[in-house]
């Protein structure tokens, strides 16, 4: 399927490479911004009433799944969460409002608060030219609530953050890290210069700063005045300062959170304070890069040993939240599955497939000859990396879920899903990871800020956002995909498709994601037909 559409095309395969090096830009140039989000012209709402009748919450708490129930949502807000009928021992009073603008009959779905997806980006020119498809794959898949890291270019990120507040766009609710020094006149090289562009930045607007591994008193300057700012953190600790500032280094210093696995790795090194690179290699050669850094696996203190479980209590300790983003760097174990998966043939653009193709151009297009050694030590890789983060999680800290798509065969709102099934192969329970996705996603994001969550749980007073799926998640993650789940039809001795989520809330404003998925197919088809791709 996927290769009729894609893989023996090669002539057009090497004209869409052409257009993508012919507009290949620096990150953050905003030249390379995708085109704004139109004016909204999806959902319903906000309504003065709105009851969403007989579902089986999970709130996301971590609490088990309960039903039936009413939640009673007036204009952007929950104001009540009420069981329909009396509940042996629970002694809540069971009336619901009559009246209501509109209902929705949940009779037999399943409600969770709409899904908080730590690593964002809008994507770019030429790969996705225009964000209005980002959107809706996010919003199709459950997303309420992203972090930007960043979505785009700053004076980007920050529009588009105003208009979805407003409503005026389809799309999730922003909150917007900046890289340091992108826009900075002149170089910085001391603490004082990297407080000094901490409070500009956070004049802009800004939520909080995504980190790379910078010198220790440059990061101790950035973390420190982003706190004293309000602002949160994340680093990616690349490869290059890692040796200087690992994730246990930027953890002590009080980084917010660490996102992939950069610098956590090096924190656990056994007879090494740096990787042992193999003569002959060349970090910007980025097969070299991705296929070495598996290969750490082997380097560390193993699971459970004292200097495990030390590193684990030490970043619990100072609140650390662990961002894997498993999905972003699964490709790497297995290239032949991720390239057919369900969904390319019918919501990944041309224009996305081809960014997607082996290249040295394109960020993470890294498999110019991926062998099977290479996919083997990725997936001790992972069982290492997994094993790391579960524990984690077992003694109390918070994992988040998030994609970082765009890469790596990667595709917006998908890969958010497969993430969460990541986290059930390393060990989470399924309510554990919804907990991941909801409340500790929000959580991370308003502790910097010193208030409450507004979102996150089926909680009354706090904003509607909301999804609405008509199968069990907790029995099976792969129903919250747009594309579902296949399940054999007993009467007709046929497969056929399950799932998919029926319905988005966002700020009580009710989007149709069926109908979201059936946009995105449209700008597929219709980038297929400009480009003169078949199937």
């Given at each position: 399927m996927i290769t009729k559409y894609f893989g023996i095309h090669h002539v057009l395969i090497?004209?869409?490479?052409?257009?993508?090096?012919?507009?290949?830009?620096?990150?953050?140039?905003?030249?390379?911004?995708?085109?704004?989000?139109?004016?909204?012209?999806?959902?319903?709402?906000?309504?003065?009433?709105?009851?969403?009748?007989?579902?089986?919450?999970?709130?996301?708490?971590?609490?088990?799944?309960?039903?039936?129930?009413?939640?009673?949502?007036?204009?952007?807000?929950?104001?009540?969460?009420?069981?329909?009928?009396?509940?042996?021992?629970?002694?809540?009073?069971?009336?619901?409002?009559?009246?209501?603008?509109?209902?929705?009959?949940?009779?037999?779905?399943?409600?969770?608060?709409?899904?908080?997806?730590?690593?964002?980006?809008?994507?770019?020119?030429?790969?996705?030219?225009?964000?209005?498809?980002?959107?809706?794959?996010?919003?199709?898949?459950?997303?309420?609530?992203?972090?930007?890291?960043?979505?785009?270019?700053?004076?980007?990120?920050?529009?588009?953050?105003?208009?979805?507040?407003?409503n005026e766009i389809t799309a999730p609710r922003m909150f917007t890290y900046r890289l340091p020094f992108d826009q900075w006149e002149g170089t910085i090289e001391t603490p004082e210069q990297a407080r000094a562009w901490v409070r500009q930045a956070a004049k802009t607007g800004i939520d909080g700063l995504k980190l790379n591994a910078y010198p220790p008193d440059i990061m101790a300057a950035l973390i420190d005045e982003a706190k004293e700012n309000g602002l949160g953190t994340a680093a990616h600790l690349s490869q290059t300062g890692v040796a200087d500032m690992d994730a246990l280094d930027a953890a002590r210093l009080g980084l917010g959170t660490l996102t992939h696995f950069y610098g956590l790795f090096e924190a656990l090194y056994d007879g090494h304070s740096v990787q042992p690179w193999p003569p002959g290699y060349n970090n910007f050669d980025e097969q070299q890069r991705f296929g070495q850094v598996a290969r750490q696996w082997t380097l560390v203190h193993e699971q459970g040993s004292e200097k495990w479980n030390q590193l684990l209590h030490e970043f619990k300790s100072y609140g650390l939240v662990l961002d894997p983003t498993f999905t972003t760097y699964i490709t790497s174990r297995d290239v032949m599955r991720r390239r057919n998966m369900d969904w390319h043939e019918d919501y990944t653009l041309p224009s996305l497939w081809a960014f997607y193709q082996p290249s040295h151009d394109s960020h993470g297009s890294y498999f110019y000859d991926w062998t099977t050694w290479d996919e083997v030590a990725w997936k001790n890789f992972y069982r290492v990396w997994m094993n790391f983060v579960n524990d984690y999680k077992n003694i109390?800290?918070?994992?988040?879920?998030?994609?970082?798509?765009?890469?790596?065969?990667?595709?917006?709102?998908?890969?958010?899903?497969?993430?969460?099934?990541?986290?059930?192969?390393?060990?989470?329970?399924?309510?554990?990871?919804?907990?991941?996705?909801?409340?500790?996603?929000?959580?991370?994001?308003?502790?910097?800020?010193?208030?409450?969550?507004?979102?996150?749980?089926?909680?009354?007073g706090l904003l509607a956002d909301l999804v609405v799926?008509?199968?069990?998640?907790?029995?099976?993650?792969?129903?919250?995909?747009?594309?579902?789940?296949?399940?054999?039809?007993?009467?007709?001795?046929?497969?056929?498709?399950?799932?998919?989520?029926?319905?988005?809330?966002?700020?009580?404003?009710?989007?149709?994601?069926k109908a979201l998925l059936a946009d995105i197919a449209r700008m597929v088809a219709d980038q297929k037909a400009e480009l003169g791709i078949s199937g």
């Open positions: 090497a004209g869409l490479l052409l257009w993508l090096s012919s507009a290949d830009l620096p990150a953050q140039d905003p030249s390379t911004d995708p085109k704004p989000a139109p004016p909204r012209a999806e959902g319903e709402g906000p309504f003065e009433r709105l009851i969403i009748r007989n579902a089986t919450v999970i709130d996301g708490t971590g609490a088990p799944a309960g039903g039936p129930m009413d939640i009673v949502i007036e204009n952007n807000r929950i104001a009540a969460v009420i069981k329909t009928k009396y509940v042996a021992g629970d002694m809540r009073p069971a009336d619901t409002p009559q009246e209501a603008s509109r209902v929705i009959d949940a009779t037999g779905m399943y409600v969770l608060p709409g899904f908080v997806d730590l690593h964002l980006h809008s994507g770019d020119i030429p790969k996705t030219p225009e964000v209005e498809y980002v959107y809706k794959l996010w919003l199709a898949h459950g997303i309420t609530t992203g972090r930007g890291v960043p979505f785009a270019s700053p004076e980007f990120s920050e529009s588009e953050k105003i208009r979805s507040a407003r109390g800290g918070r994992v988040t879920v998030s994609s970082d798509a765009g890469y790596i065969y990667n595709t917006f709102g998908f890969s958010t899903i497969e993430e969460m099934e990541l986290l059930q192969e390393a060990g989470f329970h399924p309510l554990e990871i919804i907990r991941a996705a909801t409340m500790h996603g929000a959580q991370t994001l308003f502790e910097p800020k010193g208030k409450p969550i507004e979102f996150g749980v089926v909680r009354s799926v008509g199968e069990d998640p907790i029995a099976n993650l792969k129903v919250l995909y747009g594309t579902g789940a296949r399940r054999l039809n007993a009467d007709t001795g046929e497969t056929e498709p399950v799932g998919g989520i029926i319905y988005t809330i966002k700020d009580g404003i009710v989007y149709d994601a």
